[in-house]
Nanobody, 122 residues
């Protein structure tokens, strides 16, 4: 599966951004899609995930209530709506595709996009 992210940029604290991930390739074998992020000097961390079959979602505690993940299986896209952004949300955001055993640990995911930078200024 090939993944391409878009939608990153610079926004002021309290603002919103919407990230999009376009998937191609062996999409039908993909069980779950997700978003991770990595700030400078930190490990890649889980943000949100969504199951392709029924749309069930889960979020990290740090973004719950502010971010919303959604998918469009017809278009093979996964979006991340980010509201009430904070400076600590600044990171490179990565789209990922995984299988039934993929967890919040990034090493358990199979495919990755190239990442898109999100910068939140205070």
């Amino acid at each position: 599966v090939q993944l391409v992210e878009s939608g990153g940029g610079v926004v002021q604290a309290g603002g919103s951004l919407r990230l999009s991930c376009a998937a191609s390739g062996r999409i039908l074998t993909t069980y779950i899609m997700g978003w991770f992020r990595q700030a400078p000097g930190k490990e890649r961390e889980f943000v949100a995930r969504i199951r392709r079959s029924d749309g069930s979602t889960s979020y990290s505690d740090s973004v719950k209530g502010r971010f919303t993940i959604s998918r469009d299986n017809a278009k093979n896209t996964v979006d991340l709506q980010m509201n009430s952004l904070k400076p600590e949300d600044t990171a490179v955001y990565y789209c990922a595709a995984g299988g039934p055993t993929s967890s919040t640990r990034y090493r358990s995911w199979d495919s990755w996009g190239q990442g898109t930078q999100v910068t939140v200024s205070s």
